[in-house]
């Protein structure tokens, strides 16, 4: 009687979504239990329990009252049933390879569960290509057109600040721009390690590992991280194996070359080198200019030349604090109703060069705090209302871009104990800090006086 119930249902929603949605997310699904108000979905694989939890939660809800069931709580579950015959290829799989039902929303909605981490800000086309990072350039956009049959795995390695990150990312973004249903995956090292240490206590391995191995693009970044973390080396050795013998695109970032990060597995070292490893440099003068100028002119400002140079030999191998002297000088100018020039940028720049590096934790959150005129306990208690999220949110957002914070820290920092609302927060706010000139100038201001 159940299975009839749910074939009505799935009647129903067919009706509604488009084919190829009904095809990837509803078809091979299956009732397993409804009691104790309690109804329980099986579903393929976690793509799909996500996607149906996040999405068509309330489609499914309301076509079971339609049909007279109004179960308190509906759970998604992943169970063997579920799954397609042929051996262990999710549906979604299929799904991509037949271009017959594949969609624009479908793929697009398809593409997010695996696009998780991917950053829209980092493409190719706004990254500035001179010495230094050319070569790195070339074997991405390589990578980009051809993944999985030329460089694998492409290694980059490099200082701090210098474009990995952007880079990696910009392979991503551009796969997915030819390949709408492809399934990329950016995660950093620290969230991997995190992932599967949770997957092991909460007995989750299979979903982790399905995951990690389902996807197209594996971009892992500063793999450095995973140093010293013996069971997380041979997790990653195996999604690598298996990865690369289905000729799956893995690409890596790293502050050092494979043969200096300590402690590596041997095996695993002799992965990394197996395909393409490349020495990222950091961006001479010419190009440093040309990154300057590009990045002012999305802010819709031209900097005469003096100003340029003075940033340029301001800053001269970390990108990531050229940007933020730019943003620095920008804000001031900005505020102040004033157009910049070296007069400024020296007076504002110069001291700034002359910080203090050692700023803690607690002042972050104590100068946030009072940014925001809301009490410490509120900023580190349990409150939920905007007021006082949005504060923690911009907090935790300094904590990751002054002290380079790993987010379990930043979450425990913040009184939180689960990291990924750090890793949220971070990008809400990065997000929203390039479009919300509220936020902007908040976090300006903040770090403004953090530093005085
Ligand atoms: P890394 O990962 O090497 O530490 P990131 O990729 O995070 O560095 O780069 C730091 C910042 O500098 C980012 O905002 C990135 O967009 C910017 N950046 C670095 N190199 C370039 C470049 N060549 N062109 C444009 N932006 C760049
Ligand atoms: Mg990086």
Same mark, same amino acid.
């Given at each position: 009687?159940?299975?009839?119930?749910?074939?009505?249902?799935?009647?129903?929603?067919?009706?509604?979504?488009?084919?190829?949605?009904?095809?990837?997310? #509803? $078809?091979?699904?299956?009732?397993?239990?409804?009691?104790?108000?309690?109804?329980?979905?099986?579903?393929?694989?976690? #793509?799909?329990?996500?996607?149906?939890?996040?999405?068509?939660?309330?489609?499914?809800?309301?076509?079971?009252?339609?049909?007279?069931?109004?179960?308190?709580?509906?759970?998604? $579950?992943?169970?063997?049933?579920?799954?397609?015959?042929?051996?262990?290829? =999710?549906?979604?799989?299929?799904?991509?390879?037949?271009?017959?039902? +594949?969609?624009?929303? %479908?793929?697009?909605?398809?593409?997010?569960?695996?696009?998780?981490?991917?950053?829209?800000?980092?493409?190719?086309?706004?990254?500035?290509?001179?010495? !230094?990072?050319?070569?790195?350039?070339?074997?991405?956009?390589?990578?980009?057109?051809?993944?999985?049959?030329?460089?694998?795995?492409?290694?980059?390695?490099?200082?701090?600040?210098?474009?990995?990150?952007?880079?990696?990312?910009?392979?991503?973004?551009?796969?997915?721009?030819?390949?709408?249903?492809?399934?990329?995956?950016?995660?950093?090292?620290?969230?991997?390690?995190?992932? #599967?240490?949770?997957?092991?206590?909460?007995?989750?391995?299979?979903?982790?590992?399905?995951?990690?191995?389902?996807?197209?693009?594996?971009?892992?970044?500063?793999?450095?991280?995973?140093?010293?973390?013996?069971?997380?080396?041979?997790?990653? #050795?195996?999604?690598?194996?298996? +990865?690369?013998?289905?000729? $799956?695109?893995?690409?890596?970032?790293?502050?050092?070359?494979?043969?200096?990060?300590?402690?590596?597995?041997?095996?695993?070292?002799?992965?990394?080198?197996?395909?393409?490893?490349?020495?990222?440099?950091?961006?001479?003068?010419?190009?440093?200019?040309?990154?300057?100028?590009?990045?002012?002119?999305?802010?819709?400002?031209?900097?005469?030349?003096?100003?340029?140079?003075?940033?340029?030999? +301001?800053?001269? %191998?970390?990108?990531?604090?050229?940007?933020?002297? +730019?943003?620095?000088?920008?804000?001031?100018?900005?505020?102040?109703?004033?157009?910049?020039?070296?007069?400024?940028?020296?007076?504002?720049? !110069?001291?700034?060069?002359?910080?203090?590096?050692?700023?803690?934790?607690?002042?972050?959150?104590?100068?946030?705090?009072?940014?925001?005129?809301?009490?410490?306990?509120?900023?580190? !208690?349990?409150?939920?209302?905007?007021?006082?999220?949005? =504060?923690?949110?911009?907090?935790?957002?300094?904590?990751?871009?002054?002290?380079?914070?790993?987010?379990?820290?930043?979450?425990?920092?913040? !009184?939180?104990?689960?990291?990924?609302?750090?890793?949220?927060?971070?990008?809400?706010?990065?997000?929203?800090?390039?479009?919300?000139?509220?936020?902007?100038?908040?976090?300006?201001?903040?770090?403004?006086?953090?530093?005085?």
């Amino acid at each position: 009687m159940q299975d009839s119930l749910w074939q009505a249902v799935l009647g129903e929603i067919e009706l509604t979504v488009s084919r190829a949605s009904f095809v990837t997310w #509803f $078809k091979n699904t299956h009732l397993l239990r409804y009691k104790d108000d309690t109804l329980v979905v099986g579903v393929p694989n976690v #793509f799909i329990k996500q996607q149906l939890e996040r999405k068509y939660n309330q489609l499914v809800a309301d076509t079971l009252a339609k049909n007279g069931v109004k179960p308190e709580n509906i759970e998604y $579950k992943i169970h063997s049933l579920s799954t397609p015959k042929k051996h262990d290829e =999710p549906v979604i799989l299929n799904q991509v390879r037949d271009n017959s039902v +594949l969609n624009r929303p %479908t793929s697009s909605s398809l593409s997010h569960s695996y696009r998780q981490g991917l950053n829209e800000r980092y493409t190719f086309e706004n990254f500035i290509v001179g010495s !230094g990072n050319e070569l790195a350039y070339a074997a991405c956009q390589a990578v980009a057109q051809t993944a999985g049959t030329k460089y694998n795995p492409l290694f980059i390695y490099g200082g701090v600040g210098i474009g990995k990150t952007h880079l990696i990312q910009a392979v991503g973004n551009s796969f997915l721009t030819r390949n709408p249903g492809g399934r990329v995956v950016y995660v950093s090292t620290e969230q991997f390690v995190q992932e #599967f240490l949770d997957a092991i206590r909460f007995k989750k391995n299979t979903d982790f590992a399905g995951y990690y191995r389902g996807c197209d693009v594996l971009i892992i970044d500063d793999i450095q991280f995973i140093a010293g973390k013996e069971k997380t080396q041979e997790e990653f #050795f195996h999604t690598f194996n298996a +990865l690369h013998q289905a000729n $799956k695109q893995i690409i890596i970032s790293s502050d050092k070359p494979p043969r200096d990060i300590p402690t590596l597995e041997e095996r695993l070292r002799s992965r990394f080198t197996m395909g393409m490893a490349i020495d990222m440099q950091t961006p001479d003068f010419e190009t440093r200019c040309a990154i300057i100028q590009t990045k002012a002119g999305s802010h819709e400002v031209t900097l005469p030349h003096p100003v340029v140079e003075y940033l340029a030999n +301001l800053v001269q %191998t970390n990108i990531r604090e050229l940007e933020g002297a +730019l943003n620095q000088l920008l804000a001031f100018c900005e505020m102040r109703g004033l157009e910049p020039d070296l007069a400024i940028a020296s007076s504002l720049l !110069g001291v700034a060069k002359a910080r203090p590096k050692h700023i803690s934790a607690k002042q972050i959150i104590e100068r946030t705090a009072k940014h925001f005129q809301i009490p410490m306990e509120d900023i580190l !208690g349990p409150k939920r209302d905007k007021d006082i999220v949005v =504060p923690r949110q911009v907090a935790m957002y300094i904590l990751r871009s002054e002290l380079h914070l790993s987010f379990p820290k930043i979450a425990r920092e913040l !009184g939180r104990k689960d990291h990924t609302t750090a890793i949220h927060s971070v990008e809400k706010i990065e997000r929203e800090a390039s479009f919300d000139t509220n936020i902007k100038s908040a976090i300006s201001e903040i770090k403004e006086r953090l530093y005085a």
